[in-house]
Each structure stands twice: as C-alpha cells, then as structure tokens.
C-alpha cells in the first residue's frame, strides 16, 4: 500500500474559499493521520487567476460588487465571514484587490526551498486578514520572510523576470483544463479531482478511497 497521499492545490491567493479550503484540507489530513499514522502528505500549490484582467489596484469591495452585483454581494459577504470564521479566518473586506501573478510567482520559487504552504499562509493573511495590496512586492517579500526564507532574495525574484515563463506556463495549463471550473481544485495522486472547498469529513473519506484503491 502506498504510503504517501500527493496534493496538487490549485488556488488563487484572492479566493477566500481557496483560504477555507486551505483550513478543511489542514483539518482533513490531521484527521486521517490520527488513523492512518502510516500515511503521509505532500502538498503542492499550483497557479489560477480569476481576474487576470486587473491591472491596477482596485478597491476590493468595489470589484466584488462590479462582479456579483450590490444586492449577491450583500447576501456574500455575511455567509463567507461567517464560514471563514468558523475556519479561524478573520475575512476583511477593506483594502484593494490586485493582480495575483507576481504573488503565484513567490510560491512557485518557495517550492525548492519546501516553503510553498507557509509561504501561500503568509500571503492570505495578507489579504484576507490585514487588507494589504498583494502585488507590493515589499509585502511580498515579507511574507516571504515570515515563513522562513530570506527577504532579500524574495525581493530579488519579484524584481526579475524569474519564473514567469513557468508560472505563465502552469497557469496555461490549469485554465484550458476540461476539469476545473473554479478554485480551490485538488488533484490526488495525479488522478482524483476535487472540486471547492469541502467539508474534511468529506476529503478523509476520498483519503480513504484513494489508499483504498492505491492499494487494490
């Protein structure tokens, strides 16, 4: 039976159910190595944009209600708080949305150093919690930093060109494919999709079927 579950997380770091998924999947896998202590996880992000039009900062409640409309984004807004908070997520929504790629950019090149879900962590709490402009490649490099990895350097990447030809190329791939529609996505072992940010009661039951099924 193999041993090791691989987790491709696709996700944009505006997404506030990318964040709750994020939450579930961390309560899921905790779950699941209660009962499966043989059992071990590895987890990749990989890139989506849902507004790679945005050019400029905007403000962020404005761009949510230029997109679902006052009335949607009234009822939205609520049932979102109240469902990151029940996830340990303080949800804002002050600050500006912006372009997400520079901040995919950092991920991808945290993930030689293993750094990938500290440094995705660092960066939601940027914009979800502390209503900071996620393309300031200042905040960048901070979070960069928090989660462990020299700032200097995270500053020199976001000022090059480095990895956009990668993160350009990832993000290709995530958009033309026939199976996702939205974020958060997750791919298992290279075969099992999910869809949305599920319950973990949900994701340790597909835990369960996939080593199940590894195993056959």
Not at 68 to 75: D, P
Not at 165 to 190: A, C, F, H, M
Request: overall charge negative; glycine content about 4%; aromatic content about 10%.
């Amino acid at each position: 039976m193999s041993n090791l579950i691989r987790i491709k997380a696709i996700v944009d770091t505006v997404c506030p159910w990318c964040f709750i998924g994020k939450r579930r999947m961390e309560k899921a896998m905790n779950q699941f190595k209660s009962t499966h202590p043989d059992v071990n996880f590895q987890v990749t992000y990989s890139p989506y944009q849902l507004n790679p039009q945005i050019k400029e900062p905007k403000d962020k409640t404005q761009h949510y209600i230029s997109k679902f409309g006052e009335a949607r984004f009234k009822v939205m807004n609520p049932q979102v708080t109240a469902t990151a908070a029940a996830e340990g997520i303080k949800l804002k929504f002050g600050g500006v949305t912006s372009n997400t790629f520079d901040s995919h950019r950092l991920i991808w090149w945290a993930n030689q150093f293993h750094k990938q879900d500290q440094v995705v962590e660092k960066i939601m709490e940027l914009y979800f919690e502390k209503n900071e402009d996620l393309s300031d490649h200042e905040n960048l490099a901070t979070c960069a930093e928090q989660a462990g990895l020299d700032k200097e350097k995270a500053l020199a990447l976001l000022n090059s060109d480095e990895g956009v030809t990668e993160v350009k190329e990832l993000l290709r791939q995530n958009i033309v494919s026939d199976q996702i529609s939205g974020v958060p996505y997750y791919v298992i072992n290279d075969k099992y999709g999910i869809s949305g940010a599920q319950e973990p009661e949900t994701l340790v039951n597909v835990f369960e079927q996939v080593i199940e099924a590894e195993s056959a």
